[in-house]
């Protein structure tokens, strides 16, 4: 099955800095990788998503970047503000296939006012 | 908006009890899933459900079981509960062919 891998753990940045975060998968067959926010006190929440015909996608502040040839993908979040401190989860899946998806094991990044 | 709630937000149970945890989704999704999240092993599908009376296992099934008799409710049992599984449980939904979960809130089980 699907393996994907995250880094880091824990993350801390000073506001207004950049914040990237880096996941690796093992199925060559996924073609499908969002991420996920998760705020404390709620359920993961999507915040954008990539598909393996592209290889970066932009919306606002956050952009996500793939390699299909290497196996990994990266969240990059410009410009930190205090409300984007969560729990960062990446994930991967076959789209077409069984739809389900396999998690990173999450990043926790901090926000320094 | 999706909404997918769970029945509680905090559950404390005993060793040995059978535990019942609900999810109920508002959107017609035919898709239904549960996880447990364990700090440092991030989400770990435990079943799903594709349609009503339609389940499968997902990675770590074992001490679980599930049902799902209207499309809307899909339920996770804990037959007789242990410490280990001591977790956040999370339910989420999807429509079918689609990719985008839309997770409920959790519900935090401590087992004494």
């Known amino acids: 099955g699907e393996n994907v891998e995250q880094h880091p753990s824990t993350l801390s940045v000073q506001e207004g800095d950049s914040a990237v975060i880096k996941c690796t998968y093992s199925?060559?067959?996924?073609?499908?990788f969002p991420w996920y926010k998760q705020e404390l006190g709620k359920g993961p929440q999507l915040i954008i998503d990539?598909?393996?015909?592209?290889g970066e996608k932009k919306d606002q502040r956050i952009a996500v970047t793939l390699n299909k040839t290497a196996k990994h993908f990266s969240l990059h979040i410009t410009e930190t503000q205090p409300e984007d401190s969560a729990v960062y989860f990446c994930?991967?899946?076959?789209?077409?296939?069984?739809?389900?998806?396999?998690f990173g094991t999450g990043t926790r990044l901090t926000v320094i006012p | 908006d999706v909404k997918v709630t769970q029945s509680s937000r905090y559950l404390v149970k005993r060793t040995g009890e059978k535990v019942f945890l609900e999810c109920v989704q508002d959107?017609?999704?035919?898709?239904m899933f549960w996880y447990r999240q364990d700090p440092g092993l991030g989400l770990r599908l435990i079943y799903f459900s594709y349609d009503v009376k339609m389940k499968e296992k997902g990675d770590i099934p074992e001490g679980y079981s599930v049902s799902r008799e209207k499309k809307e409710r899909f339920s996770l049992i804990l037959e007789s509960a242990s410490t280990n599984q001591t977790s956040m449980y999370l339910c989420?939904?999807?429509?079918?062919?689609?990719?985008?979960?839309?997770f409920g809130p959790g519900t935090r089980l401590t087992v004494l």
């Open positions: 989420a939904s999807s429509l079918p062919g689609a990719d985008t979960q839309y």
């Open positions: 959107m017609d999704h035919e898709n």
């Open positions: 994930a991967a899946s076959n789209w077409g296939g069984a739809n389900n998806l396999f």
């Open positions: 990539i598909r393996s015909n592209v």
């Open positions: 199925d060559s067959a996924s073609n499908y």
